[in-house]
């Protein structure tokens, strides 16, 4: 158990552009979703807490109206990447927290989507 | 803020040695986790540690969280090539709902 999917997996756009990255958890509930950024050879960057149903919760330094997130139900958040630019290309990953876990406190990571922006 | 770091930030080991990761917390913590992520992949959850104290195994990986919850470790016995990749620490700290992770420690092991 405890599958978290992201899509997609690879992503190339254009400068200017949009992109949309979706995080899936396959066979739990997960109240609780979060964007992590990650660069080469570095340690995972909190962007934000997504919490269903409600706005999520934006690190500082993080703009909320370029990265955008939608936890519209109890097992899919979204990222939305507004008018990207070529220093947004980076490996974005989500995870989930399975909150009905007795200790409910892991998070279950996505495999990632790599973002590159020309 | 709350600040996690991690020692050795690279850790090149005999394949066969041990070897030991450290991380430290600038504020206390409720609990620390460990995870595991193999190049080109993602973080993978290996284990919590809650009390104070608490040595928790894993075949050959030893955790530890210290009496003042401020720091922990993992260490690993008789590394093997399947142990390469990047040990992450992630530490929460009381009254916060986030996880703050460390730096990592890279792993690679020579044959």
């Known amino acids: 158990g405890a599958v978290v999917s992201q899509h997609p997996s690879r992503v190339i756009c254009k400068s200017g552009t949009s992109v949309k990255i979706e995080c899936r958890s396959l066979?739990?509930?997960?109240?609780?979703m979060f964007w992590y950024r990650q660069f080469p050879k570095k340690s995972l960057m909190l962007m934000a807490t997504s919490n269903e149903g409600s706005k999520a919760t934006y690190e500082q330094g993080v703009e909320k109206d370029k990265f955008l997130i939608n936890h519209a139900s109890l097992t899919l958040s979204t990222l939305t990447v507004t008018s990207a630019h070529p220093e947004d290309s980076s490996f974005y990953i989500c995870?989930?927290?399975?909150?009905?876990?007795?200790?409910?406190?892991?998070?279950?990571f996505g495999p990632g989507t790599r973002l590159t922006v020309t | 803020g709350q600040q996690v770091m991690q020692i050795p930030q690279y850790q090149h080991v005999q394949e066969g040695e041990d070897f030991t990761t450290y991380c430290n917390s600038s504020t206390t913590l409720s609990n620390i986790q460990w995870y595991k992520q193999r190049p080109g992949g993602h973080p993978v959850f290996l284990i919590q540690l809650v009390k104070s104290g608490e040595v928790k195994k894993q075949k050959r990986l030893t955790f530890q969280f210290g009496e003042a919850k401020k720091n922990s470790s993992l260490h690993i016995t008789a590394t093997q090539t399947t142990d390469v990749g990047t040990y992450f620490c992630?530490?929460?700290?009381?009254?916060?709902?986030?996880?703050?992770f460390g730096a990592g420690t890279t792993v690679t092991v020579r044959a």
């Open positions: 066979d739990f509930q997960a109240t609780t």
């Open positions: 992630a530490g929460r700290a009381t009254n916060d709902y986030k996880l703050s």
């Open positions: 995870s989930a927290r399975w909150s009905q876990r007795e200790s409910g406190e892991e998070q279950y």
